[in-house]
């Protein structure tokens, strides 16, 4: 089977993140970008896949800072082939991103027709759209979406998902290839791969580029970003100083003067 | 009624979530404030009666369709559709759930109107609706305005009281039809949790760890104190993807929400996945060793530092206080 997964890449937050002078947006040079958590879970979902039956696996990427990396690292981790989409606007929000997958989708040999297409089921950056119900909404196929388990029907020409609700209910659906699919999390945590292994398939594989032909407008007039901040001060924690002893200390009281160290005995 | 702010009453195996409420309460302020009617639109198979409960809206909208029967976003969103085209609302509040995810984003392109995701307030300036967003795992915090309307809205749960959202008025009931194509996917079964080892909901205590806490080995540390204060430990959703702990301990989004008396926060975030199921606790201590941790922005006490020296030094000091 062929099986396509869409990788994005997201401001690392683990750093700090800087505000643009002009207030409205993240300073990008400042930014460090990663996998998204849930696109990384996607690819290694696909990599199973693979090995369970059989066929390829392609990553496409809109171009950003670091994609490269991430382009490499699923190629050393057993994927196929790698398509880098160029020419869209830094700006580019979800929704737009929607249209530019689908025409790169239509336009570039050999990624249509695919038996699966996956990508993470969200990221914490998309202000406008989740991304996998548009792309199946763009390209006229079935989705489920927030899903922590695909196991293949190849009899039935389908796939079985478990899509997550809330309370820890999951539901089980069946979904007919070929399908889109937004993974939450991968059955297994996302594979280690060696440093070697990535600079050999530096050395020994490709990334192909994809252009968009023409950007129409995605939505991205829509909405505008009239500010941005850090998100502090109102309602912000008391902080508790002092060596781990000390702070220690400071929690027993609070505890003991909530009643909280008696209660919960 | 055209013009109006509409409400998605989110309904789920027969039920309407909480957050159903809160939007209602938040759309209240945001019709008032705009002097249009605010309706809530209750959409699903035989679910009918639920509208009774939905009386802080002037009005609720309702459409049967056995195609609503599965929590699946693209019905929900084709009838949304469908309703919105002839009374053309101002703004459409959606709760941003595991429930309801999805159907903003096929609305939105659906109709070709704004969409905004990740809400946690929308206000009024000048007339104009202004949503307040949290973004990158709640690090940043964004103001954006749309250029035309309807706006969709999705909203994170916790906005609002949903007290606030309760009335015990009786809502005027408006049919409508709606016509939806068969889905080609295929609902089988629900899968209920497993039953955990603890009753997460029942525990007095709880001791969440996160990413921060490194190695399952460190788990102890957290097990430790928990032993201490009578609880029990939990875990946010990486620390139950990397296998670490049992889906049953994950708390948020797509776990449990849970509201103990004390809830300590090791190595946590806070990402708003996370923050929607344990909001809620009596006191909250957050230990992360990054001062910008969006967790202190909802913990009552903060601890900057490593939760790995931290955690045993209060399980000591709490078991030397026990005597």
């Known amino acids: ?265 | 009624m055209e013009g109006g702010i509409w409400v998605l009453a989110e309904q789920w195996r027969g039920r309407l979530s909480d957050v159903t409420y809160e939007l209602l309460a938040l759309g209240r302020e945001l019709a008032d404030g705009l002097g249009v009617p605010l309706q809530a639109v209750l959409l699903g198979q035989g679910v009918k009666e639920l509208a009774g409960t939905l009386g802080a809206a002037d009005a609720v909208l309702y459409a049967d369709h056995a195609g609503l029967n599965s929590s699946l976003p693209e019905p929900f969103a084709e009838a949304l559709a469908q309703l919105a085209t002839s009374r053309k609302p101002r703004a459409i509040l959606i709760p941003l759930t595991n429930v309801s995810a999805g159907i903003g984003s096929l609305l939105g392109e659906r109709l070709q109107v704004p969409i905004v995701n990740f809400c946690k307030e929308v206000l009024l300036k000048d007339g104009r609706m202004e949503a307040q967003c949290v973004l990158y795992g709640g690090k940043i915090e964004a103001s954006i305005v749309a250029s035309c309307e309807p706006v969709i809205f999705g909203i994170l749960s916790g906005g609002r009281p949903a007290e606030k959202g309760r009335s015990a008025a009786v809502p005027a009931v408006e049919e409508a039809a709606v016509d939806l194509p068969a889905s080609p996917v295929l609902f089988k079964r629900f899968v209920e949790p497993e039953a955990g080892d603890v009753d997460l909901g029942a525990q007095d205590a709880l001791v969440g760890v996160g990413r921060g806490i490194q190695s399952q080995d460190n788990l102890e540390l957290a097990e430790n104190l928990a032993q201490a204060l009578g609880g029990a430990v939990c875990g946010s959703r990486p620390v139950v993807d990397q296998g670490w702990l049992p889906l049953a301990r994950q708390v948020g989004k797509s776990g449990l929400t849970v509201k103990p008396k004390l809830y300590v926060a090791a190595g946590i975030s806070g990402a708003p996945e996370h923050a929607e199921g344990m909001r809620e606790a009596g006191l909250i201590i957050a230990i992360n060793s990054d001062p910008g941790a969006p967790i202190f922005n909802l913990a009552h006490y903060g601890v900057v530092g490593d939760a790995l020296d931290l955690l045993p030094a209060l399980s000591e000091a709490i078991q030397a206080r026990k005597g």
């Open chain 1, 1 to 265: 089977m062929h099986v396509i997964v869409l990788l994005r890449m997201v401001p690392d937050v683990v750093e700090e993140l800087e505000i643009a002078p002009e207030g409205n947006a993240l300073d990008l040079d400042a930014l460090r970008m990663i996998l998204s958590e849930s696109d990384d879970h996607a690819l290694e979902q696909a990599l199973l896949l693979k090995e369970r039956h059989g066929g390829r696996v392609t990553v496409l990427a809109p171009d950003a800072p670091e994609v490269d990396d991430a382009l490499f690292t699923a190629l050393a981790k057993g994927a196929d082939r790698a398509i880098k989409i160029t020419g869209l606007d830094a700006s580019l929000t979800a929704r737009g991103l929607g249209h530019a997958c689908r025409q790169v989708l239509a336009s570039t040999p050999g990624l249509m027709p695919a038996d699966l297409i996956l990508t993470g089921a969200q990221a914490f950056s998309d202000l406008d759209a989740v991304i996998a119900p548009l792309l199946a909404y763009h390209l006229g196929l079935p989705h489920v979406g927030i899903v922590s388990h695909v196991s293949v029907n190849p009899a039935a020409g389908s796939v079985t998902v478990l899509r997550e609700y809330a309370g820890g209910v999951r539901a089980e659906f069946e979904v007919p290839l070929p399908g889109v699919i937004g993974i939450q999390s991968a059955e297994k945590p996302p594979r280690y791969v060696p440093v070697a292994k990535v600079r050999a398939a530096m050395k020994s594989q490709k990334i192909e580029t994809a252009g968009v032909p023409v950007m129409a407008d995605g939505g991205n007039a829509l909405i505008q970003v009239t500010g941005m901040l850090k998100p502090e001060a109102a309602g912000h924690a008391e902080m508790l100083e002092g060596s781990p002893e000390e702070v220690a200390g400071r929690i027993c009281d609070i505890l003991a003067a909530r009643g909280l160290l008696q209660e919960v005995r």
